[in-house]
Structures are given as C-alpha cells and as structure tokens.
C-alpha cells in the first residue's frame, strides 16, 4: 500500500510540475473561430495570449485525422482578432470537415508547447460553419 501511495504522489507531483511549465511557457489558453457564413469571407481566429507568441493554425481533414498542412498567422500578444482567408498552401481548403489547432510557432514550424483544443470546421460549398 505504501509504495502505490508514493507512486501515485510521484505522478501527482510530476503533473503538478508539467502543468505549471506550461503556464509559464506561455501556451494559448484557448481560441475561438468565428466564420460570418461563406469561404470567401474566411473566418476570424480568436486566442487569448497570456504573453507575446507567434502563431500558426495545424489543419486536419477529418475523419482520418490528416493533416492538410500549417498556416503562420504572425506575432500576437493579449486578445487578437486575426483573420484567416481559409487557404492552405496557397490553396482554399475544400469541401468537407477539419480539425483547426492553433499551436505556438518558432522558425516557421510548430512548438511542443501545449495547444488549446482543436476546433471543428465545415465546409460545404461556399459556406463555412465552425462547431
């Protein structure tokens, strides 16, 4: 019994002690995206930023969770709107659903820093829907 008790305060103290680098790190706490209804308008990327990071978006094409690619979004700090004209590559994502992850980014590419949850995006012809 002893020994799962101290196993079990080792893993407690490590996820105590993870959890507390993150915030430090200044990972997005969360975001939001909002779209006002067709691809052509795009959508408006929301986070809310505990310190100045560059950010970038991850997209997967649901269901088989691929990933289509990433898109750098700039340097932001507090609470940003930041428009997004739903192009991946240089290309308009497409008809379908998508995962949307907005990660922390440095040298172009995604960090490890933890990411808020994705957000899911449709497309169905030249409408767009978040949720």
Known sequence: MRIKLVGFLAL???LLV???AWAVRGA???FTLS???????GVTVKPVLTKPRTL?????????HAEVGTVG?????????????????G???????YLISLR?????????????RPVKLTISGRYVRVG
């Open 35 to 41: 779209a006002p209804g067709t691809v052509k308008q």
């Open 91 to 97: 290309k308009v994502l497409g008809s379908g659903s």
């Open 18 to 20: 993870s959890s507390t």
């Open 104 to 116: 922390v980014f440095a040298n172009g590419k995604p960090t490890t820093i933890p990411a808020p």
């Open 73 to 89: 979004l700039g340097s932001f700090s507090g609470h940003p709107s930041i428009h997004w004209n739903l192009k991946v590559k």
């Open 56 to 64: 970038g978006l991850v997209v997967f094409r649901q269901p088989n």
């Open 12 to 14: 407690l103290a490590t």
């Open 28 to 30: 997005p706490s969360s």
